[in-house]
């Protein structure tokens, strides 16, 4: 099996893997089976050598992983600190766990750290192949969110404090007659303000301008999914579940699935 190209990608560049595993044996067969599919593989025989590397962010290798293969138990730092090491810096690379001593409760803490997936050794090389390129895949994604997200940002920080005035007042269904009178303006001024703030948001209608307000608030709100315990189950959204799911209950985790975060407030 060889590895195509995804239509995410925007380079040709092959996907890169970072492998962290103080057993060089284990290093090296993982690095000869992403290898033979044309995945371009760093090894690591610790944790303090990956944050090492990541203070060099200029370094491609590591700023380009698309995944990275962590072994649990690591001489020094183990495994899930360098994950929440990772997460603080930001780093947010799809993470798949491999180790020879999972329990549930280590696989818990890693799935709601963020964890992409858990593999018990040994493990099969199939099973590696089928999750290194479900994670190549979720990365090229996420990038490319990324990319949307900071274009959308930088036309949205290009307009003046009056039109993002207007922007917000037009998300909320106002004519241009209300909002002139909302921020004591003429109509033609605002009309004017208008036109300006369509162009520099590259959008094409009034329906498309408000799904970029929409989406630059939930941007803003940094809304992520949130596990959280809950009665003895694992409670998760179900935007969330996906390959969460299929790992947990592959380690014999129960889910129990809600349509949302439970509040602190609800009765």
């Known amino acids: ?6 239509e995410l990608r925007t380079t040709d560049a092959p996907p890169r893997a970072l492998v ?5 044996s284990v290093r090296e067969a993982i690095s000869e089976l992403l290898s033979s599919v044309g995945i371009v593989v760093k090894e690591f025989p610790s944790a303090q050598g990956v944050l090492q590397q990541l203070e060099n962010f200029n370094n491609s290798e590591i700023a380009d992983a698309n995944c990275l293969i962590l072994d649990v138990r690591l001489p020094g730092m183990g495994g899930l600190e360098l994950q929440h090491r990772l997460r603080t810096a930001h780093f947010n690379v799809p993470i798949i766990f491999i180790s020879a001593h999972g329990d549930v ?4 803490d890693a799935m709601k750290a963020g964890a992409f997936d858990f593999l018990s050794k040994p493990f099969r090389s199939q099973d590696m192949l089928e999750s290194v390129e479900a994670a190549v895949e979720y990365d090229y994604r996420r990038r490319e969110i990324d990319r949307r997200q900071k274009e959308l940002l930088a036309r949205y ?11 917000a007042l037009v998300a909320k269904g106002l004519m241009n007659k209300q909002i002139a009178s909302e921020l004591c303006l003429s109509e033609i001024t605002i009309k004017a303000n208008r036109s300006h703030l369509m162009r520099k948001m ?3 209608s009034v329906a498309e301008l ?20 809950y009665s003895g189950h694992l409670v998760i959204n179900d935007s969330s579940l996906g ?12 889910l129990t699935a809600c349509a949302r975060p439970r509040s602190d407030s609800a009765e």
């Open 1 to 6: 099996m060889t590895h195509q190209r995804s």
């Open 20 to 24: 962290v595993d103080d057993n060089a």
């Open 105 to 108: 409760r280590m696989t818990v």
């Open 157 to 167: 920080f290009s307009l003046t404090p009056r039109e993002r005035n207007i922007l």
């Open 202 to 204: 590259k959008a094409k």
């Open 210 to 229: 408000v799904r970029m307000e929409a989406y630059l608030r939930e941007v803003v709100q940094n809304q992520e999914n949130h596990a959280i315990v």
């Open 243 to 254: 390959t969460n799911r299929a790992v947990l209950e592959r380690n014999g985790i129960h």
